[in-house]
């Protein structure tokens, strides 16, 4: 069974960074896509960044572009999410989810397997 689970998330000041990992059992990534997405409470889940194994393409919401990077660890079978220059409009819970043997979405609907989420806050 594949599970994901995130970590990284905590509180943090405008302007500092965060680094969120997503790690994976039950699956190694070879072939799939691994998204990020976040969600606040009363809205929908928003896309952030994803990339993909099998294609290399990598894809990021403008609303993060330039500021965050996704990166993966192929022997930990981890996918990061860098999070720099943070704004209190990134405070959200951050999921990471993974496609089987997709390319990147920016449509949740697509993902196959979602993690529990970690809590971010940027606030002064």
């Known amino acids: 069974q594949v599970q994901l689970v995130e970590s990284g998330g905590g509180l943090v000041q405008p302007g500092q960074s965060l680094t969120l990992s997503c790690v994976a059992s039950?699956?190694?990534?070879?072939?799939?896509?691994v998204g990020w997405f976040r969600q606040v409470p009363g809205k929908e889940r928003e896309f952030v960044a994803a990339?993909?194994?099998?294609?290399?393409?990598?894809y990021y919401a403008n609303s993060v572009k330039g500021r965050f990077t996704i990166a993966k660890d192929n022997a930990q079978n981890t996918v990061y999410l860098q999070m720099n220059s943070l704004k209190p409009e990134d405070t959200a819970i951050y999921y990471c989810?993974?496609?089987?043997?997709?390319?990147?979405?920016?449509?949740?609907?697509?993902?196959?397997?979602w993690g529990q989420g970690t809590q971010v806050t940027v606030s002064s």
């Open positions: 990339t993909s194994w099998n294609f290399g393409d990598t």
């Open positions: 039950g699956r190694t990534f070879s072939s799939d896509a």
């Open positions: 989810a993974l496609r089987l043997g997709g390319r990147v979405s920016f449509m949740s609907r697509v993902y196959d397997y």
